[in-house]
């Protein structure tokens, strides 16, 4: 598993649908890339310049929305995965 350091988090992306709702299979070409995800690890947060520690909004297993062309993505097992700065998150969605 991925740690994260500072103030990032590592999302496990969720995959948009293969089809439309008219019925239209989409190639992996013509998907967007989506941009909803889980938190799957959270770093320690980021440190001050008094020393102090900020933690991060965000805790492991909350379903969050972020820029659509925001992080780096890292495949490990098989599994794509998201590692972004906690200000690349716009907002946790509350169901």
């Given at each position: 598993m991925l740690k994260p350091l500072g103030s990032r988090i590592v999302v496990e992306r969720k995959e948009q649908?293969?089809?439309t709702k008219s019925g239209i299979v989409l190639t992996d070409t013509a998907?967007?890339?989506?941009?909803?995800?889980?938190?799957?690890?959270?770093?320690?947060?980021?440190?001050?310049?008094?020393?102090?520690r900020?933690?991060?909004?965000?805790?492991?297993?909350?379903?969050?929305?972020?820029?659509?062309?925001?992080?780096?993505?890292?495949?490990?097992?098989?599994?794509?995965y998201l590692v972004l700065n906690e200000e690349e998150v716009l907002a946790i969605i509350e169901e």
């Open positions: 649908e293969q089809t998907k967007e890339k989506s941009n909803e995800g889980v938190v799957v690890a959270v770093g320690p947060g980021r440190t001050l310049d008094n020393g102090q900020l933690e991060i909004e965000v805790n492991v297993g909350d379903r969050v929305v972020y820029d659509q062309y925001a992080g780096i993505e890292i495949k490990r097992d098989d599994t794509k």
